[in-house]
């Protein structure tokens, strides 16, 4: 028997973490938003290039209108200091990607 999965939502995917603080923030080519609507949630990656998925994280968490956004972090580290600092630093959860 063959399931279709639909999830009614928009992905919107940048490449680094000063995009997405940019996204978030609504600087640079996302201030429309209508283009760069606020998430309902975030996945991060820990190695991001120009700002690490940590200081990211940090930084979300510092400011009182991102703060309350859900972050996941998915990483394929399985660190267990990376995982504690992301809790630490207000990740909702920590998923490992698949290796390969």
Request: contains cysteine.
């Amino acid at each position: 028997m063959e399931r279709e999965n639909r999830i009614d939502c928009d992905f919107q995917r940048v490449t680094d973490g000063r995009e997405l603080m940019d996204y978030l923030l609504m600087k640079g080519r996302f201030t429309d938003p209508e283009e760069a609507p606020r998430p309902f949630f975030a996945l991060l990656d820990l190695n991001m290039p120009h700002i690490s998925g940590h200081d990211v994280l940090r930084r979300i968490k510092s400011i009182p209108e991102l703060s309350p956004i859900p972050i996941i972090v998915y990483s394929s580290s399985r660190d267990k200091e990376d995982i504690t600092q992301s809790y630490a630093l207000g990740a909702s959860s920590h998923i490992g990607k698949p290796p390969g």
